[in-house]
Each structure stands twice: as C-alpha cells, then as structure tokens.
C-alpha cells in the first residue's frame, strides 16, 4: 500500500468569526505541509465553529462560510484538506469539503444528526442518506465521515464497502467527565468492524456552556490506539497510514478523572472570558471553599494579573473566613479589595422597617445580604470592565440553596456543573499538584456555611453533601424518579424532599448565567423542564 501521511489539526474555532477560523485553518495546513503530510484533517464545522446554532438560519451566514471554503480550497496544493463547513445544496447539510489543488474536490454531508443531549441538530441541517464519495488521495482511497456517523455501523460500514482504506472521522465532540474513554472504545469498535484504519478528529475549546476537549485519535485496522493527541490544547497529530497498518505515533496520556475535570473548567473559563471580549475577573471572595476554586481556576486561565477579589464581610461573616479568604488572594497573587457590606445592610434594614414591622427576621433578610454583594459586585464590573464569574456549584444550582440576583449574580458560572463533594475532590488535587495549599487548609477543614446569621451551616437546611450529592446525580443525571431512587436504597423521603427542591428551583436557574458544562447532564441545554410543573417526580 502507498505511504498515506495524515496531518491531524484539532484548532479552536470562534464560533461566527469566519475570517480568523479560516487563517487558523491555513495555518494548520501550511505547518503539516512542511511536514510532508499528504492530507491534513480539521473539527466539524470548523470554518463557523460549532455549534453555530441559529446563525445558521441566516442567509447571510452560511453564504459567508460557502465563500470561505471557496477561498480555503484556492490555497491547496498538493497536500487534500478535509474541513467542515455548513453547506446549502437545495437544503442545509452539515458537511466536509475535501480540498486539493486549488479546488474542492468533492463533499461529503453527515448522515446521522444528533438531536439529544445539547445537540440539536435535526433543527437545523438535513440528513444525508447519501454514503458520500471515496477520494483518492496519494494514491490511497479515503473515506469521510462526520462524528455521529460513527456512533453507529452504518456509515462507515458504507465507507468500507465503497472502498474507503482509510476513513477519516471529523468532530465537534463535547467534554463531559469519561467521554473519552467512550470515544476510544467506540472507535476501536469501528476499527475492528471494517479492518480500516480510522483517523478522528476533535474541536478544542470552549463555546458557551460547552467545552471541546481534543484528544483526537487513531487506530489502525486491528482496533489498535496507534496515536492519541493532547487533550483541551490545540494540537498537530502526524501519522503514516499504510493500510490496514499505522506506523506507531504520539501517544498522549490523558488526565486523571479529577485533572480532566479541573482542565475543562480552565480551558471553558478562558475561553468564554476571552472569546467574549473581556480580560479581567472579579470574584467575591468569602473565604468558602467554592470561591477559592472559582479564584484559582481564573488565575490558572487567564493569569493572576487579570484576576480580581473583593471581600464583602457582613455582620456575620467570621473572623476565619475574612482571613481565609486574604490568605488565598495572597497566595494566588491576585488583586484584592475589602468592601465591609454593614452601612448598605443597615440602611436596607431601616428602609423596610416600616414594611416588615410585626413580622419576625426570616430568609428574606438573609438574602438581602447576598443581594447587597451581589449590587456591589456589578457596579465594580461595570465600572472596571470586569466579568463577575459566579460561585455556586452544582449541588446549590439544584436545591436553590443560592440567592437569585445575590450570588447568582455574574456572566459566567464556572462550577455550576460542579458538585460540592467534587468541589473539595478539585481543590485537594489543585494543593498536591502545587505541593502547597493555593486554597488554605482551613478553607477545606471548616463546615461550609453562607454566614448570613449567627453560627449558620449548609447542614442547617441542606442534607450533608455526600448524602445529597447521589441523589442530585440520580433524579438529575439519572432522569431517575423518586420511586427509583427508593428501590436502589436512598431514603423514600430524602428523594422526595430533593426532588421538590430540584423542581421548585427551575425558575432560578433559568436566570442564572452558563457555566462550564462537565457531567452527562449539566443545568441548561441538557435539561429543559417545564418551570410549570406539577409532576410529582
């Protein structure tokens, strides 16, 4: 068989910003060029980024990517270039334009159109039921296919019996925590099936909710891991294709479960921070354990120097936590502001007097402390031109143990898919890889609490997080019911009582900002509930 060499550009793409994609397309090209590679491979729908969602029902949009490729194939040369891009053939196909010697060669449309999940393709694009056509290249008969195509036989079975020797698989496949393990056995599936080598191909990045975590991959015809790319980096992967064989090449080891989950939400918050146009964070700082995550997820994204905390102590707040959290912003090297809440608080207090007179202090006045921070918070934003990230996590997004425009309040929510137990999982694994507390023991030895009245603990109104935490798995995860949950062992009335709480809560979460998306079913495009709603669970 002919020497196939295969360039393997997993690139992040902005989603809407043609012209940049386009060049880092070219880029890509021009480096596997020098290396000798006689074709080179990129994401799915890598000229408009993924997912474009309802740009793709603009006109103008999509003529715009037509035209792009049109100016991406004129810079071939010898070396194919296989690319993805939305194409409108009568009607919208989620396509890949293979590209050589000026010209487009040929397209290939996806046959299998993801509608679950966060995916909702079906809305957009038409599926093919075309096998596609097989490209020779270098003298080696390639087929294309387009990431869901290979979560079932079908397609490149079709490949293989057209004559496909080498079959190339374009992706845009989302992060969450053991994806790629899935990835690896479903390809090495494929692979076995039709004795074929398959070269996969990954987006990186972070589009709003979602993060891309590269790891592209080969196999060769035995089902064999022949390379492996790094994960949540841009990456070039170079192999030789001799099918069915594949030279050995790079083999990248991937994170640990825990390291994986911490590098999706820094590479998630870099990327929505920068990609929207901002440089700097601001953080309330409480000397908790979930902001101390947030802060030092935002230093390792985007640099001490860009990070920003203010703390807003209240009557309440002890002495341990206001020294706690200076202790962090010290050891992250981060800016830092102390904005005593008390004068605010007291003239609220005075304010509705007359309004609460004969009723009891209750969560209302609780909450209004959030709140107040939550004021403070975006007035500094707006003042400075910084994005206020958000601190709750998941197990909090859930119940509604969070306070709507308090500390909901920010554009990005970076551990809002993150549950409390995972949360301390983060922290301990971020300290060992310092080999020094970056979040002070004490943050991690003290009860967690809100410090919005005297002696206040999460355990006041919350079950203990390695109790609640499996069951918000199960009902939210798991679309599991209450009677389920009872007859794998959870108590009957703990299930009861969190999924009331879940349900009751959809209303807050609505209005809450995205976050980084890491589990099989985050809050947002993966669980839409009706807020209305009487079903008992």
Same mark, same amino acid.
């Given at each position: ?32 060029? @020098?290396?000798?590679?006689? #074709? &080179? ?9 993924? =997912?474009? $969602? ?20 004129? %810079?071939?040369?010898? =070396? ?34 993801? +509608? ?11 599926? !093919? ?79 709003? $909710? ?34 069915? /064989? ?14 994986? &989950? ?13 990609? +929207? ?6 953080? !309330? ?18 640099? @001490?120097?860009?990070? @920003? ?7 309440? /707040? ?9 202790? #962090? ?14 004068? @605010? ?35 500094? /934003? ?11 996590? *998941?197990? $909090? ?32 694994? %971020?300290?060992?890889?310092?080999? %020094? ?15 919005? %009245?005297?002696?206040? *603990? ?21 679309? $599991? ?26 209303? *807050? ?15 947002? *495009?993966?669980?839409?509930? =009706? ?7």
């Amino acid at each position: 068989m002919p020497r196939l060499r295969v360039g393997i550009a997993q690139l992040n793409a902005v989603v809407g910003d043609l012209d940049r994609n386009a060049q880092r397309v070219l880029d890509a090209y021009d480096a596997a060029t @020098a290396e000798g590679c006689d #074709l &080179v491979v990129l994401p799915e729908l890598m000229v408009t980024g993924y =997912p474009p $969602e309802d740009l793709l029902l603009r006109p103008a949009f999509v003529a715009a990517a037509a035209e792009t490729v049109g100016k991406l194939a004129a %810079r071939t040369g010898d =070396p194919a270039m296989v690319v993805g891009f939305p194409e409108q053939a009568g009607r919208l196909y989620n396509a890949a334009a293979v590209c050589a010697g000026g010209a487009v060669l040929g397209v290939y449309r996806k046959q299998l159109l993801p +509608n679950y999940a966060v995916f909702d393709e079906q809305r957009y694009f038409t599926a !093919s039921t075309d096998a596609g056509p097989v490209f020779d290249i270098a003298g080696v008969r390639v087929g294309v296919t387009i990431c869901e195509d290979a979560w079932e036989p079908g397609p490149i079975l079709a490949a293989a019996a057209h004559g496909a020797e080498v079959i190339v698989n374009i992706n845009a496949s989302p992060y969450y925590a053991g994806r790629h393990a899935e990835r690896e056995a479903l390809l090495a599936e494929r692979a076995r099936e039709v004795g074929v080598p398959i070269v996969y191909v990954n987006l990186v990045g972070g589009q709003d $909710e979602l993060v891309f975590d590269g790891g592209s991959l080969v196999y060769d015809g035995a089902g064999t891991l022949v390379a492996r790319a790094k994960q949540f980096t841009e990456d070039m992967l170079i192999v030789d294709v001799e099918a069915p /064989s594949v030279a050995p090449a790079r083999v990248e080891v991937p994170f640990e479960p825990v390291r994986e &989950v911490y590098e999706a939400l820094v590479l998630g918050t870099r990327d929505y921070v920068r990609k +929207n146009g901002f440089t700097d964070v601001l953080i !309330s700082l409480s000397g908790g354990i979930d902001s101390s995550l947030v802060a030092t997820v935002a230093v390792d994204a985007l640099g @001490a120097e860009h990070v @920003a905390g203010v703390m807003l102590p209240s009557r309440y /707040s002890s002495e341990g936590s206001v020294a706690d959290a200076q202790l #962090l912003a010290d050891g992250l090297g981060i800016r830092s502001f102390v904005i005593p809440i008390e004068p @605010a608080h007291a003239a609220f207090e005075q304010m509705l007097a007359p309004v609460f007179e004969g009723r009891a202090p209750d969560l209302a006045e609780e909450n209004l402390q959030a709140r107040i921070r939550g004021n403070v918070v975006m007035t500094i /934003s707006n003042k400075f031109g910084w994005m206020v990230l958000s601190c709750g996590n *998941k197990s $909090e997004m859930a119940t509604g143990y969070a306070t709507l425009y308090g500390d909901m309040a920010g554009g990005f929510a970076v551990i809002k898919d993150v549950p409390k137990t995972l949360v301390y999982a983060l922290c301990r694994e %971020r300290n060992a890889r310092a080999g %020094r507390d970056l979040i002070p023991q004490s943050v991690l030895d003290k009860p967690p609490s809100a410090e919005l %009245r005297p002696d206040q *603990k999460d355990t006041d109104s919350l079950p203990d997080y390695d109790v609640l935490d499996p069951v918000i798995e199960g009902y939210v995860e798991g679309d $599991e019911s209450v009677a389920e949950l009872a007859a794998r062992g959870i108590d009957a009335e703990l299930a009861r009582r969190v999924a009331r709480m879940v349900d009751r809560n959809e209303y *807050k979460r609505r209005q809450a900002p995205p976050g980084v998306r890491v589990s099989r079913k985050a809050f947002g *495009k993966d669980r839409r509930p =009706p807020i209305t709603n009487r079903w008992p669970g």
